[in-house]
């Protein structure tokens, strides 16, 4: 009994020395005193109840310190409660340092914050990157169309990281810049020519205004011809014609018809009113018979008129010539 007893003793006891070793970072204590960085066990142990971690900041610290740079410790730990990346912009710093860059805590921390690798941005700063734009298409004065590809040479602008417009801003100046630079060109050949005029019209732009970046240089890496864009529309624009053209003549094509139309439906309702006309005639020699105005001498003299009339139309039409076509005949004909 008296051995369980002193077992669980000695796991007590372990478990206190561990307990107090875990919340009283001795180690951690003094690697920071022996390096220069002076922070009591109280605080180290206030950071863990923060859920701060430790290492981390007295590391940052003692890097700092070594590089020369003399860092907050209250001013890191709010950076890492708000977020950031404290390894990230104590290394930032050093390199901007050593790199007789201005930069501060203060704008390392913003920068960081703001969602951009503050550490990539000094390097870029010292060593310039090269962005490969794609291809940008553009039409020249005289029809001619030309593919060009860019490569640009920017570093980071640390004063415009936080709210400067990032790379994608960049490439779209660059494309627009070679846009007008071509299209402002009187022959394609000029520019196939002298390609760094695109270069020089480009840069004279400040494409890098308000952007994150400086751009240092850009090259003309690749130029192409393409298509023949001004006969193309030429093309266009003549079978655009021709369709309106056509369009014009079927417009006239069915007035006409209406037209013909018109006046077929205005000779049959004349020809209805010469037949309705005709009709009466009947009428009227009947009327003139009951009213004494015509007699029957006058009637014989008047069928003796048609006999005389279809007699002479039967000689001047012999059998066996083409009768001659009246007015109706010809009317049905045409209709």
């Known amino acids: ?47 863990r109840w923060r859920k701060v971690p430790v290492t981390v900041i007295v590391n940052s610290l003692i890097a700092a310190t070594k590089a020369g740079l003399s860092l907050n410790r209250n001013a890191l730990e709010a950076h890492f409660l708000a977020g950031g990346n404290v ?34 941005a000094v390097k870029m ?26 490569r640009v040479t920017v570093r980071a602008n640390i004063k415009q990281l936080v709210g400067g417009a990032g790379e994608e801003t960049v490439l779209a100046r660059v494309g627009e ?23 020089k019209v480009v840069l004279n732009k400040g ?11 850009i090259d003309i890496a690749d130029i192409d011809v393409g298509k023949n ?34 006046m077929r439906a205005k000779a049959e309702e004349s020809r209805a009113n010469l037949i309705q006309a005709e009709a009466e005639i009947p009428k009227a020699i009947a009327e003139a018979f009951r009213s004494g105005n015509l007699g029957i001498m006058d009637y014989l003299r008047y069928q003796n008129i048609k006999a005389d009339t279809k007699m002479r139309d039967s000689i001047a039409d012999p059998p066996g010539s083409k009768p001659k076509k009246g007015i109706k005949d010809q009317e049905k004909e045409n209709f």
């Open 1 to 47: 009994m008296e051995v369980y007893v002193m077992l669980a003793i000695g796991l007590g006891s372990i478990f206190a020395i561990w307990l107090i070793f875990y919340f009283i970072p001795v180690g951690i204590w003094f690697k920071a005193l022996v390096s220069g960085v002076r922070i009591s066990l109280l605080q180290l142990v206030i950071m």
């Open 87 to 120: 390894t990230r912009v104590v290394n930032a710093l050093i390199s901007a340092d050593k790199a007789n860059m201005n930069l501060d805590f203060k704008t390392a921390t913003a920068i960081d914050l703001a969602g951009r690798d503050v550490l990539e």
């Open 125 to 150: 700063s010292v060593n310039p990157k090269v962005i490969d734009t794609p291809s940008v298409a553009a039409v020249a004065k005289d029809g001619i169309q030309l593919v060009a590809k860019a």
């Open 177 to 199: 810049g070679i846009v007008s630079s071509i299209g402002s060109a009187q022959s394609h050949k000029s520019v196939l020519e002298n390609p760094d005029s695109i270069s």
């Open 207 to 217: 494409l890098d205004s308000g952007t994150a970046f400086e751009i240092l240089s």
């Open 229 to 262: 864009i001004g006969a193309f529309l030429q093309m266009d624009q003549a079978n655009a014609d021709k369709n309106i053209a056509q369009a014009r003549a079927e417009e006239r094509r069915a007035m006409a018809v209406a037209r013909e139309q018109e």
